[in-house]
Nanobody, 126 residues
Framework: QVRLVESGGGLVQAGDSLRLSCAAS????????MGWFRQAPGKEREFVAG????????YYADSVKGRFTISRDNAKNTVYLQIYGLKPEDTAVYYC???????????????????WGQGAQVTVSS
């Protein structure tokens, strides 16, 4: 069983930067692709970024390319999401997740991810 805990969210202004962290416990996540998703009020949860087991492959939603950077430190059992140039439309609860579907370097669907954190609220004011 993997427990994921996000941190680093908060209230920021448009244009600011933010780094979210996802700390895993229970067992190592070095054998899992990891992803970040977000869910805005009244909307479905959407994929924003993912990273392969080793970190050599990353994938981003078109809406965040160039502004979001996902990384991982397997020695620390932690995944990060660096966000630059925040926009009001980035306001959402951000979730970290561990995939249990293998054979795909970076899954992008929620069904590929078995373990989820409780979420971190990011609110961007204009």
């Amino acid at each position: 069983q993997v427990r994921l805990v996000e941190s680093g969210g908060g209230l920021v202004q448009a244009g600011d930067s933010l780094r979210l962290s996802c700390a895993a416990s229970g067992r190592t996540i070095s054998g899992n692709a990891m992803g970040w998703f977000r869910q805005a009020p009244g909307k479905e949860r959407e994929f924003v970024a993912g990273i392969s087991l080793s970190g050599s492959t990353t994938y981003y939603a078109d809406s965040v390319k160039g502004r979001f950077t996902i990384s991982r430190d397997n020695a620390k059992n932690t995944v990060y999401l660096q966000i630059y140039g925040l926009k009001p439309e980035d306001t959402a609860v951000y979730y970290c997740a561990a995939a249990t579907v293998y054979g795909i370097p970076v899954p992008t669907t929620t069904t590929a991810y078995r373990y989820w954190g409780q979420g971190a609220q990011v609110t961007v004011s204009s």
